[in-house]
């Protein structure tokens, strides 16, 4: 299984863009990165994927190393509602289908 | 559309009881998976259905712990002879298929047991 590491905590204030950093050195050439959050007392919820170049939608950014040996996620305007645990997950060949979570970004959002 | 449903939402059961906990995945959806998150612990995969094939148990702490999956759609996992160890949330996902896809989670089952 491909590692990640994710600092284990971010704080932001409230409208401010926010980038969450994760590396995932070991990932394998063909799988996706993969993000999701998991807000208080539910389950976790899909934010965005990509494999090489950049993606936007309506939730994020991400930003893809161009070694894809890290990524960002980028929230450009931090809201409260968007406190929650992130997570990056490399998805493909190093997970056979299960997601394996590590420990992620507790995100605070200062008002 | 209709998202992943799972229920009961809450469970509380004595120690030694059965309980079977059950996940309607999204309509079409190939492949479920279930998850546990224990209290203030991460999510940890427990079994992985993925159309016909044999399902990947590699995560079921025990042989307590059994799913099954019915017709393709819905699936049932079932823990024998509950512990207090076992309390946790119970999530179930499901995606189009491949390992590549995106998972759509339900709400969970939050088990107790006392």
């Known amino acids: 299984d491909a590692k990640t590491t994710q600092p284990n905590s971010m704080e932001s204030n409230e409208e401010e863009p926010v980038h969450l950093p994760c590396n995932h050195s070991?990932?394998?050439?063909?799988?996706?990165i993969h993000w999701y959050r998991q807000l208080p007392s539910q389950g976790p919820e899909y934010v965005i994927h990509?494999?090489?170049s950049n993606v936007n939608n309506r939730m994020a950014s991400l930003a893809i190393a161009e070694d894809r040996k890290s990524s960002t996620l980028i929230l450009h305007r931090a809201t409260l509602r968007d406190a929650a645990v992130y997570y990056c997950?490399?998805?493909?060949?190093?997970?056979?289908?299960?997601?394996?979570f590590g420990q992620g970004t507790t995100l605070q959002v200062k008002p | 559309g209709a998202g992943v449903s799972q229920s009961p939402s809450n469970k509380v059961t004595e120690k030694g009881k059965d309980v079977e906990l059950r996940c309607d995945p999204i309509?079409?959806?190939?492949?479920l998976y279930w998850y546990r998150q224990s209290l203030g612990q991460g999510l940890e995969f427990l079994i992985y259905f993925q159309g016909n094939s044999a399902p990947d148990k590699s995560g079921l702490p025990s042989d307590r712990f059994s799913a099954e999956r019915t017709g393709g759609s819905v699936s049932t996992l079932t823990i024998q002879r509950t512990q207090q160890e076992d309390s946790a949330v119970y999530l179930c996902a499901s995606s189009a298929g491949t390992a590549q896809e995106t998972q759509y989670f339900g709400p969970g089952t939050r088990l107790l047991v006392l």
């Open positions: 990509g494999l090489t």
């Open positions: 070991t990932i394998s050439g063909t799988d996706y």
């Open positions: 309509s079409g959806h190939t492949a």
């Open positions: 997950i490399p998805t493909g060949s190093s997970n056979t289908g299960k997601l394996i």
